[in-house]
């Protein structure tokens, strides 16, 4: 809708805020595409390139937008962390790293708030649920949650 994903919805106003003190943004809003928000080493993107019925992609949907995420992920040439904001952003780069020959197996590989892996391409892959508002509404992620991921890959980002 704006040509910037969580930009505009209850998902950014949660998620921009911490971005912002975490020193990830310039500004804790995101309106619009022409708000004036610049991002500081940090890169967003989406494993679906669409909003499915019930935000519930089916794989094939998923798979079919591989292509786009791969390429987005290949012109990321100083990339250290990878945050995946819920289950599907998870699976989705773990999907990446099995095409591309890096993961043997995703069985070692469980999806939980804070989870971090050290993957064999030097990278670190930190995990959180999603800010959507189902998330954040119920407690289920809280702003304190939250800002932990994004402290952790500034730390990690910085070694």
Known sequence: RTGRPFTGDASGTFMYPVLYETGFANQPT?????????????YITAAGRCAPPDNKPLPQELANCAPYLERELDGLKKLKVVVALGKIAFDAYLNFLKRRGLLPSRKDYVFHHGAKYRMADGKTLLASYHPSNQNTQTGKLTRPMFADIFKEAARLADS
């Open 30 to 42: 995101a309106t619009r595409r022409d708000d004036g928000l610049k991002l500081k080493d940090l």
